[in-house]
């Protein structure tokens, strides 16, 4: 009974969820191989391709944000340079 619980499934996976996804395997000439749980790769494309998605979102948010301070600023010399005048003005009425 012991026997049947610890035997392979049909994909060859053992039923022990404790076995280690990337088991050596030894080829014929002795030489080691990993095999990978092609799952472990999808997650990587995923994670690689959702790290790709965020910086190019972040460069459009910094892009979109100093679009927006440099009109600010353009603003604020506009507003400085008007201030100046009025300033210049008053004193010439004093």
Partial sequence: MLEEDRSADSHGNSADPLTPVSAPETQDDGVEELRF????????AALIDDGRTYAEAELAFQKARAS???????????????A???????????
């Fill in 84 to 94: 100046i005048i009025l300033l210049h003005i008053a004193f010439l009425a004093l």
């Fill in 37 to 44: 749980d092609e799952s472990v790769v999808d997650e990587l």
């Fill in 68 to 82: 927006i301070a440099g009109r600010s600023i353009g603003m604020a010399i506009g507003f400085a340079i008007v």
